[in-house]
């Protein structure tokens, strides 16, 4: 891990910030009053900045500077209030050119549960002004309030839940994945926005490192994205479209995809381009590897006493998915390899990670940051709707499961994103046991398996893009018949979960925006909220 930055008598002159997420104008630039003086002059902050992994000392900061050269620093200041006359923690970070200039430090020493602000600058410029909350402390039994979000394509709509998300009062917001898209992009009437990079790798998706980065700074000209990341500290993983659509980092040639080679995003498969993606990732994100110089991004966190945090990665070590990897309309019995042992999902070590840690929690929530959907999912003519997620893979999901059933763990959470649908029930296990809750939130924009239907193969029954609708033999209530298990299937809804853990209940909220297609906070209605008693498994 980076070293933590050291306390220091600096204090910054600048005054009259107005509030987060706003660019301090020029004329409010820094006045250096101590020995700290950051090397690069001019230059700007494009795509804001980011607060990531807050304990209840230290937290992860973030930022890209543009418009300078070669090897330097900027400055970073973190105080207890917007204008800065209260700094605490100040230091020099460097910034390299092989990273695009991108900025990132462990800042430690900081007090639980508290409120900081922080930006950074050059000589002559500021960063926009971010805050972030610390974690609890662990003797705390206060409320843990968090939301989480997944999917946000860029072209087919805009960022509306970030909107929203920058105004709640949270702890903090969970990242599940496909924060960018590799190789997704519409055309008009469909795109809203252009959203591929020009060149090449507009249609296959990138296969270097500063492909894979620019990709994020593309999407980071959004200024919805840019308020929620400056208001909020974020935990994040990755899911697939940070590397390639539907890929099995543990699998050998072609990302355990060779049987759908024949689409673009798979031309070009290599070791090197997973690699190049995952240090994009790292050096576009709040966070840093679990092991230095490494790729390692599993883990856990804990606030207060009700609720631990069990951050997954379901891809960089996963086998190839079975059935030759059709993506819809799987037949269990006509699928040889489906139920094979050898088949790793988490892996070995990521497994003993996760049921040693659910097992030895003390806390009152354990939750699961979780890529992609855990409850079974069938479609309405009973086969199973799909392979990539952990019904593809129903040894380790059957182990996990039987871990918890067995040590009479409670209270286990899966908050899940990647489906693009809203989904509320109970994981059950292969006997038809419920071992834990689960609640999966809408994409922020890419589009549902309904809405991709109706607006891109124009099947008749499912609407348009601006329009969508289920025709009434798929619709909510015929998918609820097909998963008992299931309270909410809704599938045309965009948004994002605000979810609260206490002594006593774990709720969700479902954030439903009315349209994407235009900006817009509006809601789809009133949000509804599922709960669930502590010690049970119910959904209410």
């Known amino acids: 891990m980076p070293a933590a930055i050291s306390r220091r008598g600096f204090v ?30 001019g230059g700007t902050f494009p795509d804001g900045i980011a607060a990531g992994d807050p304990t209840p000392d230290g937290i992860t ?12 620093s900027v400055l970073l200041e973190v105080a207890t209030d917007s204008k800065f006359k209260k700094v605490v923690k100040s230091s020099l970070v460097p910034a390299d050119p092989a990273k695009l200039f991108t900025v990132k430090a462990r800042v430690v020493g900081l007090k639980a549960h508290t409120q900081y602000y922080y930006r950074f600058a050059t000589k002559t410029k500021n960063s926009a002004v971010g805050k972030f909350r610390t974690a609890l402390p662990a003797s705390s039994t206060s409320a843990v309030k968090f939301a989480y979000f997944s999917c946000q394509e860029f072209g087919y709509g805009y960022f509306n839940a970030h909107a929203l998300m920058a105004k709640d009062d949270v702890d903090f917001v969970i990242n599940l994945g496909d924060f960018v898209y590799e190789d997704v992009g519409y055309n008009t009437p469909l795109a809203v926005r252009k959203e591929n990079n020009p060149g090449s790798e507009a249609l296959s998706g990138p296969t270097t490192y500063e492909g894979y980065a620019k990709r994020y700074q593309r999407y980071r000209t959004d200024k919805d994205l840019q308020a929620m990341q400056a208001s909020h500290a974020m935990i994040s993983t990755w899911d697939d479209h940070e590397v390639m659509n539907d890929y099995a980092g543990g699998a050998a040639a072609n990302g355990g995809n060779a049987s759908r080679t024949q689409l673009p995003s798979y031309i070009g498969w290599s070791d090197e381009r997973k690699v190049a993606a995952y240090n994009a990732w790292f050096d576009n994100m709040p966070t840093f ?16 006493k009700n609720l631990e945090l069990f951050v997954l990665d379901e891809r960089q070590y996963r086998d190839k998915q079975p059935c030759g990897f059709k993506t819809t309309e799987i037949d269990p019995a006509s699928c040889t390899d489906l139920n094979t042992p050898a088949r790793d999902y988490l892996g070995a070590e990521q497994m003993s990670f996760l049921q040693g840690g659910l097992n030895t ?26 392979v990539d997620d952990w019904v593809g893979y129903p040894t380790e999901r059957e182990a996990l499961l039987q871990a918890i059933r067995s040590h009479n763990v409670k209270n286990v959470v899966f908050a899940t994103g990647d489906y693009h649908t809203f989904m509320a029930g109970e994981v059950r296990d292969a006997a038809g046991h419920a071992v834990a809750t689960e609640f999966a939130g809408g994409s922020v924009t890419m589009p549902s398996n309904s809405e991709i239907a109706g607006a891109i193969f124009h099947t008749p029954g499912y609407g348009t893009a601006d329009a969508p609708t289920t025709p009434v033999d798929h619709n909510e209530a015929h998918y609820l018949v097909a998963n008992p298990h299931m309270k909410e299937y809704d599938q045309l809804h965009h948004g994002y979960v605000l979810a609260s853990a206490t002594s006593t209940q774990f709720s969700a909220t479902f954030k439903k925006l009315k349209t994407i297609r235009t900006k817009s906070t509006a809601l789809a209605g009133t949000p509804k909220t599922y709960r669930v008693a502590a010690n049970s498994t119910t959904v209410i």
């Open 12 to 41: 910054s002159a600048a005054a009259g910030v107005a509030g987060v997420a706003v660019l301090v104008p020029d004329a409010l630039a820094f006045k250096l009053q101590g020995s700290l003086s950051p090397t690069y002059s």
């Open 61 to 72: 900061l973030w930022s890209r500077v543009e418009g300078v050269g070669g090897n330097g």
């Open 289 to 304: 590897p679990q092991v230095t110089g490494g790729t390692k991004l599993y883990h856990k966190a804990k606030f207060g």
């Open 361 to 386: 929690s003390t806390s009152k929530w354990k939750v699961i940051a979780n890529e992609v959907i855990a409850m079974a999912l069938n479609e309405v003519d009973g086969k199973s709707a799909g």
